[in-house]
């Protein structure tokens, strides 16, 4: 079963860029759409963005101008950078495999991580 | 505002069914598959429907889903205090060019 573990720091300053890394496990990174997703504290969920592992990507319309995903096989990770961020970017930050709309839909979950936009 | 409209909440007793809906449009739920995920408090959400109906292995048959034009619905038979939960649908708009949820329902099981 595919595991998902996201990491990165859980305070960020606003301005500056938001980056987090999803480490895949228990599966090969080079099988699959991997996307992100976040949920604001007491909110609802927000697609972000996905990424094929050949480097095909897809965003958000409202976050594309600050969102850039990769991936990179030999690590079994993908990144997510979101630039320019402010409190409303404040969010439990999720890697996921697969896509919405398509035939798995998203699977698999990592735990979550909760980002905070504050000086 | 949510391009997916689900209803906030629905509750029901021990044992009764509910059911969920998610409205979308052509763009959407009409031309995209459908799934269901349940967020319990405090978890990550966690699939269980995909493909309109179809259910991942684990997932008891309590658990349904079904699609029609541009609406999908969820239905929980022999609700249990444990399905309380948060539970959004998902799909992609084909338009925006945009994976896109509903905003939540919340199910109370009374």
């Known amino acids: 079963q595919v595991q998902l573990r996201e990491s990165g720091p859980g305070l960020v300053k606003p301005s500056e860029t938001l980056s987090l890394t999803c480490t895949v496990s228990?599966?090969?990174?080079?099988?699959?759409?991997w996307s992100w997703i976040r949920q604001p504290p007491g909110k609802g969920l927000e697609w972000i963005a996905y990424?094929?592992?050949?480097?095909?990507?897809n965003y958000n319309p409202s976050l594309k101008s600050r969102v850039t995903i990769s991936v990179d096989t030999s690590k079994d990770q993908f990144s997510l950078k979101l630039s320019s961020v402010t409190a409303a970017d404040t969010a439990v930050y999720y890697c996921?495999?697969?896509?919405?709309?398509?035939?798995?839909?998203?699977?698999?979950w990592g735990q979550g991580t909760l980002v905070t936009v504050s000086s | 505002q949510s391009v997916l409209t689900q209803p906030p909440s629905v509750s029901a007793a021990p044992g009764q069914k509910v059911t969920i809906s998610c409205s979308g449009s052509?763009?959407?739920?009409?031309?995209?598959?459908v799934s269901w995920y349940q967020q319990l408090p405090g978890t990550a959400p966690k699939l269980l429907i995909y493909?309109?109906?179809r259910r991942p292995s684990g997932i008891p048959d309590r658990f349904s889903g079904s699609k029609s034009g541009t609406s999908a619905t969820l239905g929980i038979t022999g609700l249990q205090t444990g399905d309380e939960a948060d539970y959004y649908c998902?799909?992609?708009?084909?338009?925006?060019?945009?994976?896109?949820f509903g905003g939540g329902t919340k199910l109370t099981v009374l």
């Open positions: 996921a495999s697969g896509i919405l709309g398509a035939t798995t839909g998203v699977d698999y």
């Open positions: 228990g599966g090969s990174i080079s099988s699959s759409y």
């Open positions: 990424i094929y592992y050949s480097g095909s990507t």
């Open positions: 052509s763009s959407n739920i009409g031309n995209n598959f």
């Open positions: 493909e309109n109906y």
């Open positions: 998902g799909s992609w708009d084909s338009s925006l060019s945009s994976g896109v």
